[in-house]
Structure formats: C-alpha cells, structure tokens
C-alpha cells in the first residue's frame, strides 16, 4: 500500500511559523497532485492548498500570501509552509496525495493529521 506521514505541527504564537512535512512511500509509481487540508475544531475539512506534479499550486483565499505549499518529487514529499500564523488556523492538517501504484491503481491516500495550535 501507500503511506502518508504528515508532521511539523505544534504550538507556536500568533505571527509565528511552521512548516509541515509529508513524505509518501509504498508502492508508489508516480504522485499526481498532492496537498493540504484542516479541520478545525467544529467545524467541517477545508482545502488549504495543491500542487500539482509540474508545481502548479491553488490555495485557500484564508491563507493566500502567508502559506506556500512545495514538493519534491524525487523524495515523494510534501511541504507547507506557514507564516503569519493567526489564532483561526489552530486545526488538525492532514496531507493528502493522489498516488499510481506499481501495480497501475489510481489511490488516493490521507495521512493521519499533524496539530497545529496558534495562541493569541
């Protein structure tokens, strides 16, 4: 199978930073897109951001001009980069990726979420 692992999040103060993480391995032949989603607390999932393979990017009016979201695609891996960090992004971040395996399935896989705290 295809595994994700996101990581980076923590506790950091309103106009702090934060980068996350995600590498992808497994049976991986290729990653199409890849990217971020949250979910705050009560509130339902959001896009934050995609990349594309060719690193076409697509963000979140909320987070335009204070996140920035990379790949390595020799590494399988995702990046997000947070700055500016306000109270309202508290929330769980999770990675996601649109994967073909070496066995030619199209497999879209979650990692299990990295929380991200912002104190005012």
């Known amino acids: 199978q295809v595994q994700l692992v996101d990581s980076g999040g923590g506790l950091v103060q309103a106009g702090g930073s934060l980068r996350l993480s995600c590498p992808a391995s497994g049976i991986i032949l290729s990653i199409n897109s890849m990217g971020w989603d949250r979910q705050a607390p009560g509130k339902q999932r959001e896009l934050v951001a995609t990349?594309?393979?060719?690193?076409?990017?697509n963000y979140a009016d909320s987070v335009k001009g204070r996140f920035t979201i990379s790949r390595d695609n020799a590494k399988n891996t995702v990046y997000l980069q947070m700055n500016s960090l306000k109270p309202e992004d508290t929330a769980v971040y999770y990675c996601?990726?649109?994967?073909?395996?070496?066995?030619?399935?199209?497999?879209?896989?979650w990692g299990r979420g990295t929380l991200v705290t912002v104190s005012s």
């Open positions: 990349i594309t393979r060719g690193g076409s990017t």
């Open positions: 996601n990726a649109f994967t073909i395996t070496t066995d030619y399935r199209n497999l879209e896989v």
